[in-house]
């Protein structure tokens, strides 16, 4: 179950992450995710948003370099080792994964990964039986 990504390039500077944040909100997007990295010259923001056609729109008006990635969301148990197994399932299965984040709430944790081969990611994820989080469900979060 494919989710839409925004990827947000920010310079680094002070501010910066404050704009898009009131961008957002003005547009009444909310956030559900979010991840930044960053080197010595730019940061990438990603996140996972209420509405990432919208968001995507507001942030390109604006003069924001984005785009639109597609991701996999899914939910695990908040346990030691519960992340490791989901993880075992793919690099058994050869799929690599360029960068994810997590969150926790209670006793579920919450995943977004982005792999280098998309489909055979959801393929074995749905065959383990991983909890796949709907792209829906996943922006409401």
């Known amino acids: 179950m494919l989710a839409k990504q925004l990827s947000v390039f920010l310079e680094n500077k002070s501010g910066r992450l404050?704009?898009?944040?009131?961008i957002l909100g003005k547009a009444k997007v909310n956030l559900s995710a979010m991840s930044i990295a960053d080197n010595s010259d730019f940061g990438i923001?990603?996140?996972?948003?209420?509405?990432?056609?919208?968001?995507?729109?507001?942030?390109?008006?604006a003069g924001f370099a984005v785009k639109i990635t597609d991701v996999i969301g899914f939910s695990c148990p908040n346990t030691p080792g519960a992340l490791a197994l989901v993880m075992k399932y793919l690099s058994d299965n050869g799929v690599f994964i360029e960068y994810m984040y997590s969150f926790a709430?209670?006793?579920?944790?919450?995943?977004?990964?982005?792999?280098?081969?998309l489909k055979s990611c959801e393929k074995i994820l749905e065959d383990k039986k991983v909890d796949l989080i709907a792209a829906s469900?996943?922006?409401?979060?």
């Open 105 to 117: 709430n209670g006793d579920s944790a919450n995943i977004v990964i982005r792999p280098t081969d």
């Open 45 to 61: 923001l990603r996140c996972i948003v209420s509405d990432p056609d919208k968001a995507y729109a507001e942030l390109k008006r």
């Open 137 to 141: 469900d996943l922006y409401k979060l």
């Open 18 to 22: 404050t704009e898009v944040t009131d």
